[in-house]
C-alpha cells in the first residue's frame, strides 16, 4: 500500500480488548493522535485572522458560527477516517482506483493548488509570529520558518507517533497560550454561552464574515490527510468487527481533537470582543492584534499571543507538507522528494513576503483559492462512503448520507456566495 507520510503504517496497537477500567481507558488513549494532527487545520493562522476581525467588529455574535463549522468537520473527519480504515487506503488512493485516470489528473492538479494556498497561510502565520515575538525581518524570518518545518518534517523518520507528540505539544502551547489570553481578558461569559446557542447576525456584513468563516474552518487538504493517518493503526487483515472497534476508537479521538479545536477558535473571537469590541477597536489584521494588547493587557498578553501563532504557523506547515505527499502519492504516483515539494510550495510566500505585500492580503486570497478546492474533497469522499462494495460493513447509512449531502451542499454553497462576493468587491 502507498504510504503517503512515508512513515512505518504498521504499529504494534492491538484492537482493544477490555478487561477492565483501567485497561480501557489505555487502550483508548492508544488510539489519540491522528486527528491531533488533522485539529491543526482548524487553528491555522487564517483562523486567527478571521476570529479575531469577528470578534473586534461583532462582540460575542458570532461564536455560534465556529460551533457548526465544527459540527461539519467532525462529521466529513469521521467520514475520512472511516474511509481509510474499511478500504485499508487513503482517499486519492481510492480515488485512483474509483475514477479516470483524466478525472485523478484533474483531483491531482487542484489538490496540489489547494496545498500551495494552504502552505502560503501556515508559512505567513509562522513568519508572522517570529517577526512579532522577535522582531526578525519578515525575509529572515519566512527562512528560519521553513527550517524549523523541515526539521518537523524531518521527525517522521522516527514514526508517526513521533509525528504526533511535535504536534501535539504545538497545539498544547497554543491552548495553553489562549487560556493565559481569556483569564487576562475576563470575558463576559453569559453573553458569550448565549451567543454560542443562538445565531445572530447583525447586518450585512456579519453575514459576509459568517460566511468567510464557515467556508475557509473545512480545509480540503485535512480531509484527503486523515484517511491516511489512521493506516498506523489500521493492521492488516482485520474482520468487520475488529475495524467497527477501531472506527469508534478514531470517533474518540476526533471528538477530543476537533472540540479542542473549537475550544481554542471560540476563545480567540472571544478574547478579541473582550479586548477590542469593548474598547471600541476595530482590528483587522494580526500585527495590529498584537500590538494592541500590550497597552490593553500587558506583555504577557501579547506575548502569548505571539507564541499561539508561531505554534500555529509551524504546525500547521509541517501537516499541510505530509497533506502534499499524500495527495502526490495517491492520485497519480507522484514521489517527490519531501524537500524538494517544501522548498517548491515556500516559494510563493517568500516571494510576498520580499515584495512586501501585505500579509493579511495573501491569507484572504488563499482562503478563496481554498473554495474552489474544498467540493472536490467531499463529493468524492461522500461517493466513496456512500459505495458498500468498497466500504463494507462501514457504508455510510442512510441517515448519514442525508446528513453528509446537507452539508455539502450548504459549505459548497457558501462557498460560491464567498467567491461572488470575493470577485465582485463586496468582501
Not at 102 to 118: R, S
Not at 174 to 202: M, N, R
Request: glycine share 8%; aromatic share 10%; hydrophobic share 55%.
Amino acid at each position: 500500500m502507498s504510504d503517503g507520510l512515508n512513515i512505518p503504517n504498521k504499529v504494534s496497537i492491538p484492537i482493544p480488548v477490555y478487561e477492565n477500567k483501567w485497561n480501557r481507558i489505555r487502550s483508548t488513549f492508544s488510539f489519540i493522535g491522528p486527528a491531533f494532527i488533522v485539529s491543526v487545520a482548524y487553528i491555522d493562522p487564517g483562523n486567527f485572522a478571521t476570529n479575531i476581525s469577528g470578534g473586534s467588529v461583532f462582540n460575542y455574535n458570532l461564536v455560534w458560527v465556529i460551533l457548526w463549522s465544527n459540527l461539519m468537520a467532525i462529521f466529513l473527519q469521521s467520514l475520512s477516517a472511516k474511509l481509510g480504515i474499511a478500504t485499508g487506503r487513503n482517499l486519492p488512493e481510492m480515488c485512483s482506483q474509483v475514477f479516470s485516470r483524466k478525472m485523478n489528473w484533474f483531483f491531482w492538479i487542484e489538490a496540489e493548488l489547494a496545498a500551495m494556498a494552504t502552505d502560503l497561510a501556515e508559512f505567513l502565520g509562522g513568519t508572522l509570529g517570529l517577526y512579532l515575538l522577535f522582531g526578525i525581518p519578515l525575509i529572515y524570518a519566512g527562512f528560519i520558518t521553513g527550517a524549523l518545518t523541515f526539521l518537523i518534517v524531518y521527525m517522521e523518520k522516527f514514526g508517526q507517533r513521533t509525528v504526533e507528540g511535535i504536534i501535539g505539544s504545538l497545539v498544547a502551547i497554543i491552548c495553553v497560550a489562549y487560556t493565559l489570553e481569556l483569564f487576562l481578558a475576563k470575558p463576559d461569559w453569559k453573553a458569550a454561552g448565549l451567543h454560542t446557542l443562538i445565531p445572530s447576525l447583525p447586518n450585512g456584513e456579519a453575514v459576509l464574515l459568517a460566511v468567510g468563516m464557515l467556508g475557509a474552518t473545512v480545509m480540503p487538504h485535512v480531509i484527503y490527510l486523515h484517511s491516511q493517518l489512521v493506516q498506523a493503526r489500521n493492521k492488516a487483515g482485520l474482520n468487520d468487527q475488529q475495524k467497527q472497534s477501531l472506527f469508534r476508537m478514531e470517533r474518540i479521538d476526533i471528538a477530543i481533537a476537533m472540540n479542542i479545536a473549537f475550544i481554542v477558535n471560540a476563545a480567540m473571537l472571544i478574547v478579541s470582543a473582550a479586548v477590542f469590541f469593548r474598547n471600541g477597536m476595530v482590528v483587522d489584521s494580526i500585527e495590529q492584534a498584537h500590538q494592541s494588547l500590550t497597552p490593553l493587557l500587558g506583555s504577557l498578553s501579547s506575548g502569548a499571543f505571539g507564541i499561539a501563532l508561531l505554534a500555529s504557523g509551524l504546525s500547521s506547515s509541517a501537516v499541510g507538507t505530509f497533506a502534499g505527499q499524500t495527495i502526490m502519492k495517491g492520485f497519480v504516483g507522484l514521489n517527490i522528494p519531501i524537500n524538494v515539494r517544501r522548498l517548491i510550495t515556500m516559494t510563493p510566500a517568500i516571494i510576498i513576503i520580499a515584495l512586501g505585500i501585505n500579509p493579511m492580503s495573501a491569507l484572504v486570497i488563499s482562503q478563496v483559492a481554498l473554495s474552489f478546492a474544498l467540493p472536490f474533497a467531499i463529493i468524492p469522499l461522500l461517493y466513496i462512503t456512500n459505495r458498500k462494495n468498497l466500504m463494507g460493513s462501514l457504508v455510510n447509512k442512510p441517515l448519514t448520507r442525508v446528513v453528509g449531502y446537507v452539508i455539502a451542499g450548504l459549505i459548497i454553497a457558501l462557498n460560491a456566495v464567498l467567491l461572488y462576493l470575493t470577485f465582485t468587491g463586496k468582501v
